[in-house]
């Protein structure tokens, strides 16, 4: 494991950007603890539906609101009261903007008794952080996925958890330039083309193979546009037997540890029915498909040593750039301009398409 530091990413130890801190599910009136960018924080779903996310420990004299089940507030189930979490240790309660409201033996409750809270925003299942080492409003949406979860003729995602690596993001997002491990580590071959495009905060790789078992027939290809909004996810169109959607994430935890997750959704018709047990199963196969696939590079991530300067190879792809564009969230929000400026643009590693001039 190594640090941001380390790997000479910029001033701040954790990027800019959305990301994914829990599956929606796990937001719910028993406030959990959670763990990241360092920090100890507490998730929970007020009793109108909406989640919430706490620092850990209460302002009044420390202790975790969300470690606890002996205290007579959570025996009696007070802990979630409207938009409200009320500590388990002598009941101070906090309104969902994290100011205090209540005290229960005391009429005059402290201004100065606040917790901090963190901006999150529940979408396709998937409860989302926008962290920022500056404090400021997000500077690019959150997206919608394709505009498939809850959409006619898909099943919506379940979410895998795969687990925490002892891995730096730059190492999982260095994966878009990986052009040489297709064929060893995922089974590809017959490649046609493969291309990285750089526009500001979004990392495209565009892939066209064959696969060893996934294709069909000799000379089918797998296509793929998958891309990076920000650091933290990487989200994937794929056509195929079924066309499917990929959400793949990172989110550190500590500064060198990462939690990622995968998640798949497939189109099982084109809407003009209703979605049945065959058509799930289906898509869950498929889904399953796909995380194995995820795990392949999980493995290696999960073994290898830190990679502070690869000895890439310009047919590797093109390491170097992604390592560059991934500074812009690693660095003051007003130099982000700089860092894309130096790599947007159409790198091609690959192209044996017929007429193109490596065919
Ligand atoms: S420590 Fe939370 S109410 Fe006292
Ligand atoms: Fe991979």
New binding site residues.
């Given amino acids: 494991m190594a640090t941001s530091k380390e790997y000479g990413l910029g001033e701040h130890r954790f990027p800019r950007g959305w990301f994914m801190i829990a599956g929606a599910d796990e937001a719910t009136t028993q406030p959990a603890a959670v763990r990241f960018f360092g920090q100890d924080m507490v998730l929970y779903r007020g009793e109108t539906g909406t989640p919430h996310l706490v620092e850990a420990y209460?302002?009044?004299?420390?202790?975790h609101?969300a470690r606890n089940t002996t205290s007579y507030i959570v025996r009696d189930g007070e802990q979630v009261q409207g938009d409200s979490i009320r500590?388990?240790?002598?009941?101070?309660r906090f309104d969902g903007k994290g100011q205090c409201d209540d005290v229960p033996y005391s009429k005059f409750v402290p201004k100065a008794a606040t917790l901090k809270t963190f901006p999150i925003v529940e979408r396709a299942g998937i409860i989302w952080m926008w962290h920022d080492e500056e404090g400021q409003e997000p500077d690019y949406p959150l997206p919608d996925f394709g505009g498939h979860y809850g959409a006619p003729g898909w099943v919506q995602w379940k979410i895998d958890f795969m687990g925490d690596l002892d891995c730096h993001g730059i190492e999982i997002v260095d994966n878009m330039a990986d052009f040489g491990h297709f064929i060893p580590i995922h089974g590809a071959k017959d490649f046609t083309y493969f291309a990285n495009e750089f526009q500001d905060h979004v990392l495209h790789q565009f892939y066209s193979a064959g696969h060893r078992t996934l294709t069909a027939a000799e000379g089918d290809q797998l296509v793929l546009d998958t891309w990076y909004e920000g650091p933290g996810f990487l989200q994937s169109e794929m056509a195929g037997e079924y066309d499917s959607f990929i959400m793949i994430a990172n989110t550190p935890i500590e500064d060198g540890r990462s939690r990622t997750w995968h998640a798949l959704m497939v189109q099982v018709n084109d809407g003009s029915r209703p979605i049945n047990d065959e058509d799930r199963a289906a898509a869950l196969a498929y889904q399953e498909g796909s995380r194995l696939a995820f795990a392949q590079d999980v493995e290696i991530w999960q073994n290898k040593r830190a990679c502070i300067a690869p000895l890439a190879l310009p047919s590797d792809g093109p390491y170097g750039k992604v390592r560059l564009w991934y500074k812009q969230f690693y660095n003051p929000r007003a130099d982000a301009g700089t860092f894309q400026k130096r790599v947007n643009g159409l790198v091609v590693t690959h192209d044996t398409r017929p007429g193109s001039k490596a065919a």
Avoid: E
């Avoid at 209460?58 to 202790?63: K, L, R, S, V």
């Fill in positions: 209460c302002p009044h004299m420390g202790a609101l500590c388990p240790f002598h009941g101070w």
